[in-house]
C-alpha cells in the first residue's frame, strides 16, 4: 500500500465491550521459557477476501495459532428484486394483453387513498376471467395480496394458458414470502410464454431459495434479451457475488453505476464485492458514499471494518464489529460477524470478549470448526488447558490435517509432559508447511528426548 497515509487508529471503546459482553481486555499469561512462539501465518482478512495480500508480520508472537476469518461474502442485498418493486414497476399485468411491459405505475399517494374504497376481500365469485383479474389488480394494489393471489389463481382455473395470471400470482406470493410457490408459477408463465420479466423474477426467487447457478442462468437469459435493463442487469450481478464470482460480479456493477451510482443497494453491493477482490481503498470510498447516503448502517460498518483489518488496525475492526452486534442484537447476528469480532478481539488481547464472541459464533453454527480452533486458543492462553484441548478435539474432526491446530497441540502435549504426542503434532506441522521453522526446531529438541 505504498503511497497511502497510515490510517488513524481508533482504539476500542471498553465502554462498549463491556457493555455488550462483560468483558475486559486481559493479559494473556507469560509462557514458561523453554516455550518459543512461531510468527503468525498470513492470515486472510474479515472481509473474506481469497486475493488479499497478507499483513505484515507483527511485531509481538503468540502461544497459539489462530485459523483466518472464513473466506465467505455475505449475502448480496437485491435492491427490489426479492419482493415486487412498491413504487408500481412490478404491479400486475393487464388481462388484455400479453405484452410483456408492465401497467403504468400507481403513485403510493394514491394506493394509500382506495384501499378504503375497496370492497372487503372474499373467496372468488363465479365471474368471468376478465372480471376476476380486473379485480385481483385492485386488491393487489390495495396490499391484499392474499385476496390477489386468490383471484389470479381462478383465473388460471378458467384459463391454464394465460401467463399473465400466472406472472401476477407470483407476484403476490413473492410479497407474502411464498419464494417456492412464486418460484413454480413464474415457470409456468415462461414454458407459456412471458418474457424476460418473469426471468427476473424467477432469479429472484431462486437467489433467495439458495439456488444461485440456476438464477445467473434466468438473469443471464434476461439480459440477453433486454440488456440494457437494470433489474436484470442487477441481478446477474447479484447472482454472480453469491457464487464468489467477484470480477464477474464487479463488471456488471460497473455498468450500472455509470447511470444508478447513487443507489444505495447497489453502493452496497459493490463495496462488499471490492473487500472480496481486496480492493480496500475503493471499498471505503463506496462506504462512505453510501453512509452518506443513508447514514452508518451494517454495510457500511462491515466494509469499514474489513477495511481497518486489512491495514492490520483490529482495534478499529473490533469497533466496527461491536457496532454491529449492537445495531442487530445477539439474536440477529450471524456467525462470520461474531467471529470476525472475536478474531479482532483476541488479535488486540480482549481475551474474554473474543472468547464469548466465539461461544456465540459457535451457538449460531455449531458445524463450523475455525471458531471451535481459535475459542481453544483463547482458553490455550488463559491456561484453561483442559478446556481448550476439549474444543480443538472438535475443530479436529472437521480439520484434521490443520497445521496450525497440530502446532496448538503439540504446545498443549508439551505443557503436559507428553513429549511423544508433542512430537506426533510438530511433525504434522513440519508435513504439511517445511517452512514453518520454530516447528521445525521444536520437533529437533524432543526428537532425543522422546
Known sequence: MSGKSEPKRVVVEASVLEELFGGRKKEAPQSPPAVKVPPEAPARRPSRAPAAAPPKPEARTRKTELAAPPARAPVPKMAGLVAADPAGRDMPRSPRSQRPEPAAATPKAAIRKNRTEVEAPGPPQPQTPEALHQHADRLFRSGDYQGAADHYRAVTEKQSGNWTARYNLGLCLERLGRFAEAREQYEEAIRLGAAADARVRLGACLLVLGEAEEALQNFTLAVEEKPTDRKALFGKAAAL??????????????????????????????????????????????????AKLEGESDCTRRVMAACASAEGDEETAARYLAQLVE????????YETWFNLGYACQRTGHLDVAADAYRQAIEVNPDRPEARLNLGAVLHECGKLQEALDHYGVARRSLPDHPGLHWNLGLAAE????????????????????????????????????
Do not use: M
Open 415 to 450: 505443557a503436559r509432559g507428553d513429549f511423544n504426542r508433542a512430537e506426533r503434532h510438530y511433525a504434522k506441522v513440519v508435513e504439511s508447511q517445511p517452512e514453518w521453522a520454530e516447528a521445525q526446531a521444536r520437533l529437533s529438541r524432543l526428537k532425543p528426548i522422546a
Open 327 to 334: 445495531a442487530a442484537g445477539e439474536e440477529g447476528v450471524g
Open 241 to 290: 457475488q453469491a457464487l464468489e464470482r467477484y470480477a464477474d460480479a464487479k463488471e456488471c456493477y460497473d455498468r450500472l453505476l455509470e447511470e444508478f451510482g447513487d443507489d444505495p443497494e447497489l453502493l452496497a453491493n459493490v463495496a462488499e464485492v471490492l473487500v472480496a477482490l481486496g480492493e480496500y481503498t475503493e471499498a471505503r470510498r463506496h462506504a462512505q458514499q453510501l
